[in-house]
């Protein structure tokens, strides 16, 4: 039953392919840790061909931080997820004293659920251009760090990938780590669910645009993704509604009833006819974001962007970081 369900979280897809099979999907390891209170962490690695067609993911390792006290804004809790993104990050590149990393924000600035990565890049620590123009001022700890938000085909009319692949044939950096907007298929990860891939990232997948992908194998570069769902499609959500009501008539009707055989007889087709109805096809794919979604999209990017800076420089503290930043 999840067939038009989307959702760009490799440990949802995980989820639905679970409850479609009831059971253990094969090419694909998890492993579940539970670092602090209110903080979980789900580390998915699709290991094989069957487990990539199973989750319709790359092979790749995946973790998926979630942290559902973001929104409460509480300084010491939002440290604690930043130090946890930085040892994740940690666990998925290898950086040499001189590497160079390229921090690339993608998604549009004017509209905000689609504003993270932007965001991002406005609050890391560059300093290429220190390492370049006065050496002797570039603390020991820093590494060679430059950023750029490209924009998106609508306002450049140039394609993501095509500005990234400039940047890097000019800068020839060890690592690329790409920000973006995802969509869940749940409401209650927007903002407060990071996900970390090895496998890059394709920009506009969060809204179904398929566009030139930022991946070690067209850039010839490791490529690092990071993104925070920032919307949920709205057919996702009437799917959820209709589902839930089908599970509560069902517990409370007669099993032998022409009303529980019509509900039991309600398959894919028939769901999605219903949520069809409902939602107009000449609007589209209507996607949803919370109201509060522009404090939701700043805390994101603030913890992203320290846990980026904490990641791949050596040994600088936060302190350290917002020292240097203001």
């Not at 891939?197 to 992908?213: E, F, L, Q």
């Not at 799917?239 to 007669?254: G, N, P």
């Not at 032998?256 to 069809?276: A, I, P, T, W």
Request: with cysteine; aromatic share 4%.
């Amino acid at each position: 039953m999840w067939t038009n369900i989307r959702t760009d979280l490799a440990m949802e897809a995980r989820e639905m392919a679970q409850e479609r099979s009831r059971q253990e999907i094969p090419g694909v390891n998890v492993e579940n840790v539970y670092p602090a209170e209110d903080i979980s962490i789900t580390r998915v690695e699709v290991v094989s061909r069957q487990g990539e067609e199973n989750l319709g993911k790359p092979m790749g390792n995946y973790i998926t931080i979630e942290a559902p006290g973001i929104p409460d804004r509480n300084p010491e809790y939002e440290e604690e997820v930043k130090q946890h993104l930085a040892n994740e990050i940690r666990r998925l590149v290898d950086l040499r004293d001189d590497s160079v990393i390229l921090i690339v924000g993608l998604g549009n600035w004017n509209v905000t659920p689609d504003a993270i990565g932007p965001k991002v890049v406005d609050k890391i620590l560059v300093t290429r251009h220190i390492f370049e123009y006065v050496p002797d001022q570039v603390d020991d700890r820093m590494r060679r760090i430059c950023a750029v938000a490209p924009g998106v085909l609508g306002i450049t009319g140039i394609e993501t990938g095509e500005i990234v692949q400039g940047i890097v044939d000019k800068v020839k950096p060890d690592l690329i780590i790409a920000i973006d907007a995802l969509a869940s298929r749940k409401t209650e990860r927007i903002g407060s669910t990071i996900q970390i891939a090895d496998t890059g990232i394709n920009p506009g997948s969060g809204i179904g645009n398929k566009r030139m992908g930022l991946t070690e194998q067209s850039l010839g570069v490791p490529t690092l993704a990071i993104g925070v769902p920032t919307v949920v499609y709205a057919h996702t959500i009437g799917r959820d509604a209709l589902e839930m009501l089908i599970r509560e008539f069902s517990q409370q009707t007669d099993s032998h009833s022409e009303f529980y055989r019509m509900l039991q007889s309600l398959d894919e087709q028939h769901l999605n006819s219903l949520v069809g109805e409902v939602l107009a096809e000449g609007l589209g794919d209507l996607v949803v974001t919370p109201k509060e979604v522009d404090m939701l999209i700043d805390d994101a990017a603030g913890i992203i962007a320290d846990g980026i800076n904490l990641a791949i420089n050596k040994g600088l503290s936060i302190e350290d970081v917002s020292r240097y930043l203001h």
